[in-house]
């Protein structure tokens, strides 16, 4: 799992086809500290497994599953990436639960400065519009936003300098698409309402019974 706070840039410097997914080598901007093989990093929101870390640079493999729902295929030697390591139980949570499995991706449609602050509006695949709710969580190219306004399949954020300055996010302009991952809470909650009903349960299909059931309830 992740936050959603990126912790530094990384940028290729290995790109090469394996199996049919993708193998990339990368070197992060800052020190990985107390690293270990195997650990998850998330590459603009996509959660990977590292590999052969040495000092800053490491590996991680992109399977064909990643590479059709992200943008990871695109990137080139010199692509700069935003990089954040996997939440650990001690840490603040600063942004929102991000698990790294990227939705889909999204268009940038509009970009323009208010005052200190600029706004962008997306659109995104009209299946996801249903978990995009105004003030609600939403993770682009791994860092954890706030949606302004949503509507239809169109959505706006609203960026501080800082952010625009330590990520990726700063360099995107209309036309652009980036990977997306909706909160992973609207998706649950969905799930367990379908489930209420295929198994004819009431008020939706969530009452004491139903939770019982499926062990929310002693």
Do not use: W
Not at 26 to 33: G, K
Not at 137 to 145: E, R, T
Not at 184 to 212: M, Q, R, S, W
């Amino acid at each position: 799992m992740f936050t959603g706070i990126i912790q530094g840039l990384g940028t290729v410097v290995e790109k090469r086809p394996a199996g049919g997914g993708m193998v990339f080598c990368l070197e992060a901007d800052f020190d990985l500290t107390d690293p270990e093989e195997g650990e998850s990093i998330a590459v603009n929101g996509a959660c990977l497994t590292a590999r052969d870390i040495k000092g800053r640079r490491f590996m991680v493999d992109v399977s064909p599953e990643s590479l059709s729902r992200t943008g990871l295929g695109e990137l080139q030697v010199g692509s700069r990436v935003n990089l954040e390591r996997a939440l650990r139980l001690a840490d603040r949570l600063g942004g929102h639960l991000v698990s790294g499995h990227v939705d889909a991706r999204a268009r940038v449609e509009e970009r323009r400065a208010a005052g200190d602050f600029t706004l962008f509006s997306f659109s995104l695949p009209p299946s996801l519009a249903k978990y995009v709710i105004e003030k609600g969580s939403i993770a682009i190219n791994g860092v954890s936003l706030t949606v302004n306004s949503c509507k239809g399949n169109r959505f706006s954020v609203s960026i501080i300098p800082h952010t625009l300055k330590v990520t990726t996010l700063g360099s995107l302009g209309p036309g652009d698409m980036v990977n997306i991952e909706v909160d992973i809470i609207g998706k649950y909650v969905e799930k367990l309402l379908a489930a209420g009903d295929e198994t004819g349960g009431e008020a939706g299909g969530i009452n004491p019974a139903f939770l019982a059931e499926h062990g929310f309830l002693r």
